[in-house]
Nanobody, 121 residues
Framework: QVQLVESGGGLVQPGGSLGLSCVAS????????MGWYRQAPGKQRELVAT???????EYADSVKGRFTISRDNAKNAVYLQMNSLKPEDTAVYFC???????????????WGQGTQVTVSS
């Protein structure tokens, strides 16, 4: 079982920056992909960015060039640096982790509780 704790949300003016952090803890064999999703009021949850253990990062078209995802495997952490924020970036941001609970076991998903990001003047 993996627990995710997110931090770093808040209120920022358009054009500003915010950084989100997510740390995974608990019992697991390995962490595979890590990522961030967001859900705005009245909308479905959508992918923001993902970063695999090996390979390239992936971004939603709407955040390319403005957001940067990174991870620290030693800390089991994933980060999202958000620059040039726009009002349409306002949403609850969720951390997501794909992990292997034990040797030979199927991968599982874990979700954080969500952190509010509000972009407004």
């Amino acid at each position: 079982q993996v627990q995710l704790v997110e931090s770093g949300g808040g209120l920022v003016q358009p054009g500003g920056s915010l950084g989100l952090s997510c740390v995974a803890s608990g019992r697991f064999f390995s962490i595979n992909a890590m990522g961030w999703y967001r859900q705005a009021p009245g909308k479905q949850r959508e992918l923001v960015a993902t970063i695999p253990n090996v390979g390239s990062t992936e971004y939603a078209d709407s955040v390319k060039g403005r957001f940067t995802i990174s991870r620290d495997n030693a800390k089991n952490a994933v980060y999202l640096q958000m620059n040039s924020l726009k009002p349409e970036d306002t949403a609850v941001y969720f951390c997501n982790v794909l992990y292997t609970p034990g040797w030979g076991l199927l991968r599982k998903d874990a979700w954080g509780q969500g952190t509010q990001v509000t972009v407004s003047s």
